[in-house]
Every structure is written in structure tokens, then in C-alpha cells.
């Protein structure tokens, strides 16, 4: 992977690449922490010495660089007996065997490097991963989406009452009334990176500052993040908070490519990403398929005060023949569709919609196009922006 690209097909792979094998990685983690599965054979020394007493930093290994894509790749794969429990394995193991086809056409394309990896406390707290590609300059936040009912997955997506952001300073005189003090997000999203009450220790939000200041600050890395379902709800607040933190050493724009995802916040939470969109401080691709439930939804908030929630950024919206880009101007149709792609199609299918192998079964069909496309041009086509 040692050529520079940013067409859009090339980026948003990598990303849905990566939110897929957060899910393999972290299974395996939680299942050597238990006891169900030994690692001894399969993760480096230095490794195993931490991962069971606290979260993963590999920042130390293979020349400070981190831990090799290589052998992550190489563990999953040493592995493969206690994953294939997984239905989704198939789809991974697929995804593993196109980075080792990567590899060996050029052996210097070992450029990623995983750097920390927080799930040591995933009963309570959201587990994400840092990624850093030492070719294209670029440092990665990815983020899982939901698992089980062993987490807080499932409570924090249904946890969909409003709760208050914090505006960014630099937004504050371009807003209007209550938007100047606080924006409305979705509950459960803010506390689990901002203000998890479950957590012990430092929040997800101040330990990701924490993980990727040393490379865009010392060593100029561009910031992506990312994630499917949850994952990308999560992205998306994180790729917010960034772009609008007034900080020199946080650049801009801060780039989200997701895929999946629930919606955020409210219509004054897309009123002031859309103003950091127009500054030039964040660059957001939302990937979606056509009848995927989860995208349409929660359509209103939860508890006394109701407010419409609505989604921000650039959808690129996938069929089976087409797709379609869109930038959001109202909420619209969005209880129409949430209704269209959920009571009248059989949940086993609905959910078919919300895999990330469909995703990217989509994209290749697009290839050529989505080849031809960068996502900067899209920001700068005046009819989809």
C-alpha cells in the first residue's frame, strides 16, 4: 500500500478495511483476557506483557513504528479456528487475503502500523484503535461498532435522549441564540466517547487526544477517523469535536469516511458542521446502502423534549446499479424512509443492507467511477455543496 492515492474508491476502502478488522482484533483480545483463548503462540512478547492489566500501546515496537498490519493480519489469520465462530469471519478472512495480495505485489507496502488499542474496559467503554500509515502521512482513529449484550453497545445506541455539546469557540460567533452555548447531539453517543460515567479512569475522548498528538503535532500526520454503525455515530462526534477544536496542532480538515451510520444530533448540531465544512476544518463521506435500516434511524429523539434528528456531511448512497452523492438539506423524508426500509422488508434482510460487505460488493461496481472522484472535488462541486 505505498502509493499515495485519494480517489475516493481507494480512500474509503481503507476505511471500511479497517472498521471490519477492528471487530476480529478485539474479539480475540477480549477472548485471551478471559482465558477462552491463548495468545502465547500468536502475539509478540511485548505484547502479551500488557494487553491483559491494560490497553494495548505497540507504539514501542518495530523501530517505534508500532505494530505491523502484517502481523495483525499475521494473528488473525494464526487464529482462524476461534474466529471462524464468527459469521462475519468469511467476509474478513476475504479482506486479509487482499492485504497479503497487496503485499506481496510490492513488498514495501507494509505502511500501516497499529499504535494503541483500547478495549480493556469494553463492558463499560467503546474500543477503538489508532492506525498510522508512515507512506501517506496519515494517522486513523477507528472506532468498533456494537457486539453483544457483554457491552454497552446496545444501551448507549438506544439511549437517544438529547444531551448538550458544548459550541466550539471559533463557531460561537456565527451561530445564532441557544446554538452559541450548546448544540443538541444524541445522548448515548456524546457520553461514551465525552462523559462516560462507567468509565474508570480517563475518558475515550481525552486518552484518542492523548494517542494521536505525537504524530500530527511532532510529525505532521493528517487525521482520519472512522467506523461502521456505532462506530461511525462515534466517528462522526469525534471528527466534530476535532475539527472544531481551536488547537494548532490538531490539522485541518479533519477527514471522516464512515459507514452505516445512525444519526447524531439535531438540526443546530448540522447547522454548525456544515459552518466547520465551510471553513475547511472537517471533510465527512457518509457510506450508505440503499434499504439499510440503521442509517434512518433514531428519526426523533427520546424523553420529554423532541426534536427531529438529521444527518450531516456527504452521503454517498450505494444501490445495486447506481449511486447517488447527496449533501443534507432538511430532515424530509427521513421518517418515510425509515418506515419504507424497516416495516416492509423482513428484519434477515434489512440487516443484509447493513453489512460492510455489501458495502463494498457496491463500490467495486462503482469503481470506476468512485476512481475518477476525489473527496475535495466533491466538497468543491457547488451543485452537491
Known amino acids: ?98 492485504l497479503r495480495a497487496i503485499e506481496d505485489a510490492d513488498k514495501s507496502s507494509d505502511s500501516l502500523f497499529l499504535e494503541t488499542f483500547a478495549s480493556i474496559d469494553a463492558s463499560t467503554q467503546c474500543v477503538y484503535g489508532v492506525v498510522k500509515d508512515i507512506v501517506n502521512k496519515r494517522v486513523t482513529v477507528v472506532f468498533r461498532g456494537s457486539t453483544g449484550g457483554d457491552t454497552r453497545d446496545w444501551q448507549t445506541n438506544f439511549t437517544a435522549q438529547l444531551e448538550d455539546l458544548r459550541t466550539p469557540k471559533l463557531l460561537k460567533g456565527s451561530l445564532k441564540g441557544k446554538l452559541k452555548e450548546r448544540l443538541l447531539v444524541h445522548r448515548g453517543f456524546y457520553e461514551y466517547i465525552f462523559n462516560n460515567s462507567l468509565a474508570d479512569g480517563a475518558q475515550r475522548y481525552d486518552m484518542i487526544l492523548e494517542d494521536i498528538k505525537p504524530f500530527v503535532e511532532q510529525e505532521g500526520y493528517k487525521l482520519y477517523v472512522t467506523g461502521h454503525s456505532l462506530g461511525a455515530a462515534l466517528s462522526s462526534m469525534l471528527a466534530f469535536k476535532l475539527a472544531g477544536k481551536n488547537k494548532s496542532w490538531i490539522p485541518k480538515p479533519v477527514v471522516c469516511i464512515n459507514y452505516a451510520s445512525p444519526i447524531v444530533g439535531t438540526n443546530g448540531f448540522r447547522t454548525a458542521f456544515t459552518l466547520l465544512e465551510k471553513m475547511g476544518h472537517v471533510r465527512y463521506l457518509r457510506i450508505t446502502n440503499e434499504n439499510d435500516v440503521v442509517p434512518t434511524i433514531p428519526p426523533i429523539s427520546l424523553g420529554c423534549t423532541k426534536r427531529f434528528y438529521k444527518h450531516v456531511g456527504v452521503n454517498l448512497r450505494l444501490y445495486d446499479k447506481k449511486f447517488i452523492l447527496s449533501h443534507p438539506n432538511s430532515n424530509g423524508l427521513g421518517i418515510v424512509n425509515a418506515l419504507r426500509n424497516s416495516l416492509f422488508k423482513p428484519l434477515c434482510c434489512a440487516l443484509k443492507y447493513h453489512g460492510l460487505e455489501l458495502h463494498e460488493a457496491r463500490m467495486n461496481t462503482h469503481k470506476e467511477a468512485l476512481e475518477n472522484m476525489t473527496l475535495e472535488e466533491l466538497y468543491a462541486d457547488k451543485k452537491l455543496f
Do not use: C, H
Not at 502475539?43 to 518495530?62: H, S, T
Open 1 to 98: 500500500m505505498s502509493t499515495q492515492t485519494t480517489n475516493l474508491y481507494d480512500e474509503s476502502l481503507r476505511m471500511l478495511w479497517a472498521s471490519s478488522l477492528v471487530y476480529s482484533f478485539a474479539k480475540l483480545l477480549q477472548a485471551g483476557r478471559a482465558g477462552k483463548l491463548d495468545l502465547g503462540n500468536t502475539f509478540p512478547p511485548e505484547v502479551l506483557a500488557m494487553y491483559k492489566e491494560e490497553r494495548l500501546d505497540a507504539r514501542g515496537l518495530e523501530g517505534e513504528n508500532g505494530l505491523s498490519f502484517t502481523k495483525v493480519v499475521e494473528i488473525l489469520k494464526l487464529n482462524e479456528d476461534f474466529l471462524t465462530e464468527d459469521a462475519s469471519w468469511a467476509y474478513t478472512s476475504s479482506i486479509i487475503e487482499k
